[in-house]
DNA sequence: GTAGACCTTGACCCCGGCGTCAAGGCCAGG
DNA sequence: CCTGGCCTTGACGCCGGGGTCAAGGTCTAC
């Protein structure tokens, strides 16, 4: 199949599919008139890395789960370095939510102490806003 | 003061003060020669923005809280409009917190899972006798 | 008078993961 | 033949928060 159809397929853009092919992480092999060709299996690499990326892995980190699959494994993470990557992101993970929980804390200590001290001064009411919405990526240990 | 002493007495550089001078988050004052000149009002407000950006609020969050400070406020926090921010912010971190902590869930169970699967193969495919690390022959990168 | 420490503006670079043109090739249908 | 829909490569934009030159002005000390 050509690329669109390919991106179609894993719910993903053209643009997508030729950026992981400039690192690397999706060759793809080409026809006569210079078209990227991919098949089935192209489709199964594409899904593991679209998969981890909702996970919220960098794309460099399922490398190792692609490339686990092309050497013939069953599954993207039927490898040490897979399983590796899954380690390193589990705590990660850990230090990232202990990081947010203990600022989650701190603000809302904050908040309170602020709240009773406008309370001590006057009772004027807020008015309520509109509500953006609020984003979350999950950084690494983000320096 | 001028530039560079405001920087090192707050523990940043001349650069960020520009950068948030090009935000209009903390104008400067200039002397006759064109150089900026700051107060120590100044640096309370640059130590409001620095600590609320440690707590890894974005530089637009902390306006509200300068401007509080700006307008006579005791607190950069006196102010309704900061604490909807810190409102916002814990709503923020609420749901980021979750999806991290629904994401290790899941990549969690992924690990035991792949381990468990990977520990069967070792057993049927070893012999028995001392179990060596568990290193998988694959073919490093490059096939 | 000159070194050197400070200051000024302007401009490009970085990171990841693409979005979005732009200019042009290839191929099928009417 | 033309249109339109796919494809190609290349290149710039974006987001936040600055880092890092570059070229030059200003002030102080010796």
């Given at each position: 199949m050509r690329i669109g159809e390919l991106a179609e397929r894993a719910g993903t853009t053209t643009r997508t599919l030729r950026y992981y092919e400039s690192l690397g992480l999706l060759p793809a092999r080409r026809t006569g008139n210079g078209y990227r060709s991919y098949d089935e299996e192209d489709l199964r690499l594409l899904q593991q890395i679209r998969t981890l990326r909702d996970f919220g892995f960098e794309l460099e980190e399922t490398r190792p789960f692609v490339d686990c699959l092309r050497s013939g494994h069953p599954a993207g993470d039927s490898c040490p370095a897979s399983l590796e990557v899954y380690r390193r992101k589990l705590a990660e993970l850990d230090e990232c939510i202990a990081r947010l929980g203990a600022i989650r804390e701190r603000v809302g200590t904050q908040l309170v102490r602020a709240e009773r001290a406008r309370a001590e001064l006057e009772?004027?009411?807020?008015?309520p806003g509109g509500a953006?919405?609020?984003?979350c990526e999950l950084?690494?240990?983000?320096?």
């Amino acid at each position: 199949m050509r690329i669109g159809e390919l991106a179609e397929r894993a719910g993903t853009t053209t643009r997508t599919l030729r950026y992981y092919e400039s690192l690397g992480l999706l060759p793809a092999r080409r026809t006569g008139n210079g078209y990227r060709s991919y098949d089935e299996e192209d489709l199964r690499l594409l899904q593991q890395i679209r998969t981890l990326r909702d996970f919220g892995f960098e794309l460099e980190e399922t490398r190792p789960f692609v490339d686990c699959l092309r050497s013939g494994h069953p599954a993207g993470d039927s490898c040490p370095a897979s399983l590796e990557v899954y380690r390193r992101k589990l705590a990660e993970l850990d230090e990232c939510i202990a990081r947010l929980g203990a600022i989650r804390e701190r603000v809302g200590t904050q908040l309170v102490r602020a709240e009773r001290a406008r309370a001590e001064l006057e009772t004027a009411a807020t008015a309520p806003g509109g509500a953006p919405e609020p984003h979350c990526e999950l950084a690494p240990p983000g320096q």
